[in-house]
């Protein structure tokens, strides 16, 4: 996402941005001192978030707010002050939220968890954005849901997704989607069509090298998506706030997974 904090106390506004660094490391985060200045950053940047400090001299954070809001509607205002008692002339500007000063970490998190206008996450990560919490879905660059023609054929992608690029054989492949039937010719046959469907419905939003296929296995490329799970393992603010106790419910061998995500999620 793309935020503003402004304060006549840079340190205080420097502050909110190197907090939201850590919160949004892929974001780009901004401050400043000199209203003239933000505003030509919000007519440039059109900002999901501002955080303004209200008392400043010159003009005010309110009517500063005003001002940004001709520029980007959709910015999303979120006054800082050390005073209360602005609380109810930010809101009648329609701000997204109200904080008060010193800042912590955890106001911010709480804000941006219950914005006005919600941010749609446009990362550009790789070909595919997947989600993992709660149901297991795919989705294209453009937002759009990928369209699997055999269920067990989003199976095997799912697990693929959930190996996190290593290669699987298959045989473990065959024993995931089959369960305990005999891996005969005719179940091998079934998998075959199966990966070979996957591979369609990958190559139809541009996505099929994300396979990778090795003698008698195969895995993805991990650099080629972006992963709420694997976000998640790699301690992104985001994603830890995302999980809500559920991963890929819609499949039982996910059990393992998800008591190790349960498990580990005290460490953060």
Not at 10 to 23: H, L
Request: proline content about 2%; overall charge negative; some cysteine.
């Amino acid at each position: 996402m793309i935020t503003i904090a402004v304060d006549d106390n840079i340190n205080v506004a420097e502050e909110i941005v190197r907090m939201m660094g850590e919160i949004d490391a892929k974001g780009e985060h901004t401050a400043y001192s000199d209203t003239k200045m933000a505003l030509e950053y919000v007519k440039d940047k059109l900002p999901d978030v501002a955080w303004l400090d209200i008392e400043m001299p010159g003009i005010s954070g309110l009517e500063l707010a005003t001002e940004i809001k001709k520029l980007s509607p959709k910015t999303n205002i979120i006054f800082v002050t050390g005073h209360e008692k602005f609380a109810y002339q930010s809101f009648k500007l329609h701000a997204s939220g109200f904080v008060l000063k010193p800042v912590q970490k955890e106001d911010i998190i709480r804000e941006l968890d219950n914005l006005r206008n919600p941010i749609e996450r446009n990362d550009d990560n790789g070909i595919l954005r997947i989600q993992c919490f709660g149901n297991f879905e795919a989705f294209d660059r453009h937002g759009n849901p990928v369209i699997f023609q055999r269920s067990k054929s989003k199976e095997l992608f799912a697990y693929l997704i959930d190996r996190r690029g290593a290669l699987c054989t298959n045989n473990e492949l065959c024993a995931i989607l089959f369960g305990d039937r005999v891996n005969d010719n005719s179940l091998k046959s079934q998998f075959r069509l199966y990966f070979s469907k996957l591979k369609q419905d990958l190559g139809k939003v541009g996505a099929e090298d994300i396979i990778v296929k090795a003698w008698n296995s195969c895995g993805i490329d991990t650099s080629k998506i972006d992963c709420d799970y694997y976000n998640y393992l790699k301690g992104d603010t985001y994603a830890l706030n995302s999980f809500q106790g559920e991963y890929m419910s819609q499949y039982s061998w996910t059990e393992m997974t998800l008591g190790e995500i349960i498990m580990n999620s005290d460490n953060y």
